[in-house]
């Protein structure tokens, strides 16, 4: 009986500690999500009690999918903030003939949705995860939910979501001087120019097919003009980077097209 009284004992004691272990695990990776968040745009400069705050307050979900899980389709009604905390997300839209066009890649740590959130029009795109992706989706009501405007957590929350429109508008606007850069080349060494900051090796940071979409041009076109380019010794090619092997010469390029303009 003393034998049995022990051993029923033991088996509380592990039960105990398993118990013990298991809310140490959940608490550490609840730290590691926070610790992730809080490096997240949308929660710059929180601490780690006022992203907890936003989480709960919002009724925000945070959820795991596979490759090839579709968030949201072309006009639907926009109903949430997203942010990708891992994983990939491809921006698309399908031709008439049923093919997929990828206009953006979303990469971790991206929000996304957020201009079509706050302007109230439906998505003009769908947006499918190109790998196993992990999202948090935060309710468009917590933004216009006024009972929380005296928290410091919201206050944060509302300046850093106004940064990231400001920077989004600023992004566009330079994108649309882009493409009125005049031709195909002045077109690709503002991109390389402004991509690079200086640099001689720029990271392209996208294929030729999406390249291509950001310049607003076909893709055998783009590959020609490299190619033109690399034979009047302007740039070349290491890898998937671009060496820009004259960059007073690139430059000169563009003066052309501005004194032309004016």
């Not at 609840?30 to 745009?41: I, S």
């Not at 919201?154 to 429109?165: D, P, V, W």
């Amino acid at each position: 009986r003393s034998g049995a009284r022990l051993k029923g004992n033991g088996c509380i004691c592990c039960q105990a500690h398993l118990w013990i272990v298991f809310l140490n695990v959940r608490e550490y990776w609840r730290k590691v999500n926070v610790e992730n968040l809080k490096k997240n745009a949308v929660f710059n400069g929180m601490t780690e009690m006022e992203v907890n705050q936003c989480i709960s307050l919002s009724g925000a979900r945070q959820y795991q999918t596979d490759k090839e899980y579709l968030i949201f389709h072309q006009q639907d009604t926009p109903s949430f903030l997203y942010v990708l905390l891992s994983g990939g997300v491809y921006v698309c839209r399908d031709s008439v003939d049923g093919r997929r066009y990828i206009i953006s890649k979303i990469h971790s740590g991206d929000i996304f949705g957020e201009v079509f959130l706050f302007a109230e029009i439906p998505y003009d795109f769908y947006t499918v995860t190109c790998a196993p992706s992990e999202i948090l989706e935060i309710p468009k009501t917590f933004f216009r939910d006024m009972r929380y405007a005296h928290l410091s957590a919201y206050q944060k929350l509302t300046y850093n979501m106004l940064r990231i429109l400001g920077k989004k508008a600023y992004t566009l606007n330079r994108r649309v001087q882009l493409l009125t850069s005049g031709t195909l080349r002045q077109k690709i060494i503002r991109f390389l120019l402004e991509k690079g900051k200086g640099k001689v090796y720029v990271r392209l940071g996208m294929n030729r097919e999406m390249l291509a979409d950001f310049l607003n041009v076909a893709r055998p076109s783009l590959s020609r003009e490299f190619k033109n380019m690399q034979r009047d010794g302007l740039i070349e090619f290491v890898s998937d980077v671009v060496k820009i092997l004259d960059m007073e010469k690139m430059q000169e390029e563009l003066s052309t097209f501005k004194s032309s303009k004016d």
